[in-house]
């Protein structure tokens, strides 16, 4: 009988090794924070995102990985927008004409004759059972509000004009108590505008 010999079958599984690390590797840690993918829910980060409150501090070295403080202006010129409807259940893709999962979105309308930009966002969620409250800051790239016109601001997924995402394993989607959502809006150099909302009791359902 003609065995391989034990140098040739260790030398071959290194190579497999080796071969197979780089995917492992991003597989463990996809967002490249130094928090494990498996460890994030457990922190109750992103696994996509390596910063997930915004506050500029990354995950693993985050004191508070789900709380920012609030770096919005709040001193300028009146706002040139206002909030219209503002969700953060029984959302509806208008697009597709379907209900959508739920999540935070904010209608902003631009009665003024030329085009937003610059906005960014600060909202937090308390859990209204056990009193904890997170706080996240986005800078809302791209997002563009055409003059006398509207558009909506989504905090869900990131895959579409106006989406923006929100945090996987937040207690918005982990915890089914009642929530307080405050917002605060701001498109840059002005003041920024505020809303508050109540979610009810329950999950944050699929769709509803
Ligand atoms: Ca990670
Ligand atoms: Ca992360
Ligand atoms: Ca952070
Ligand atoms: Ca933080």
Known sequence: MNLPSKTTMTATIL???LASLPALATEADL???GVPNVAEPLLFTDPLMADTDGDGVGDLEDQDPVFAENPIATAGPAA???IGEALVED???YALNRDAP???ELQILNPG?????GFSIYYTITDLDVGTTEGYFRSLEGFTVSAAGEARIHLDDAEADGHFRANPNSSYAVSEAAKLVTVMVSAEGFAPVTVEINKDAGGAEAAD
């Open 31 to 33: 967002d490249n924070d």
């Open 91 to 93: 959302n509806f893709d």
């Open 80 to 82: 040139p927008f206002t």
């Open 113 to 117: 004759a030329t085009d937003l930009t």
């Open 15 to 17: 190579v497999i090794g």
């Open 102 to 104: 739920d999540h935070l």
